[in-house]
T-cell receptor
Framework: DTGVSQDPRHKITKRGQNVTFRCDPISEHNRLYWYRQTLGQGPEFLTYFQNEAQLEKSRLLSDRFSAERPKGSFSTLEIQRTEQGDSAMYLC?????????????FGPGTRLTVL | AQRVTQPEKLLSVFKGAPVELKCNYSYSGSPELFWYVQYSRQRLQLLLRHISRESIKGFTADLNKGETSFHLKKPFAQEEDSAMYYCALIGGGYQKVTFGIGTKLQVIP
């Protein structure tokens, strides 16, 4: 499978614990995005990278959230001191820089449950 | 600020009936509009984008700047069209995608 992959697919944690998710984009894609989706809502933008540079962050991304893409390939999203409100599906997407082509390819998501 | 509104959370139609999934947007400039679809147990995927002016799986969508709408249409619904449909917008050259809350299309056999 050459699509976007995410690991783990499911994560159950206790409130206050830290969690880290990984996203592997399509290999030639230089843009990578993180979204959060809660029940009954569409995906909400969190942040995006072009290569290793984090170019935009949403106000949804509180100080407890940090994302990295150290070598411009895979990315990690860490949530520190998790809260029950962090329970959601975390989606990763990637795309290729092209002024006329903005298709983002999505991964399967990581479902986080905070108890 | 950019916003996408999908007024219907659920749309049920009979097989063979026409389908129209509504989408309205709010954006001051010239946005790029998309429809994404998520079939059961599958990942979110692009269905079509307005700049391509294409028909995918019988679906079409026309951007109406006067009404700020981008409704998705299909003349004859099929059972395999049952899925969640999300209207989405990219504005201002930025890569942030703003999604609507989605409409669940249920095609009744």
């Amino acid at each position: 499978d050459t699509g976007v992959s995410q690991d783990p697919r499911h994560k159950i944690t206790k409130r206050g614990q830290n969690v880290t998710f990984r996203c592997d984009p399509i290999s030639e894609h230089n843009r990578l995005y993180w979204y959060r989706q809660t029940l009954g809502q569409g995906p909400e933008f969190l942040t995006y990278f072009q290569n290793e540079a984090q170019l935009e962050k949403s106000r949804l991304l509180s100080d407890r959230f940090s994302a990295e893409r150290p070598k411009g390939s895979f990315s990690t999203l860490e949530i520190q001191r998790t809260e029950q409100g962090d329970s959601a599906m975390y989606l990763c997407a990637s795309s290729l820089v092209d002024s006329s082509y903005n298709e983002q390819f999505f991964g399967p998501g990581t479902r986080l449950t905070v108890l | 600020a950019q916003r996408v509104t999908q007024p219907e959370k659920l749309l049920s139609v009979f097989k063979g009936a026409p389908v129209e999934l509504k989408c309205n947007y709010s954006y001051s400039g010239s946005p790029e509009l998309f429809w994404y679809v998520q079939y059961s147990r599958q990942r979110l995927q692009l269905l079509l984008r307005h700049i391509s002016r294409e028909s995918i799986k019988g679906f079409t969508a026309d951007l109406n700047k006067g009404e700020t709408s981008f409704h998705l249409k299909k003349p004859f619904a099929q059972e395999e069209d049952s899925a969640m449909y999300y209207c989405a917008l990219i504005g201002g050259g930025y890569q942030k995608v703003t999604f609507g809350i989605g409409t669940k299309l249920q095609v009744i056999p």
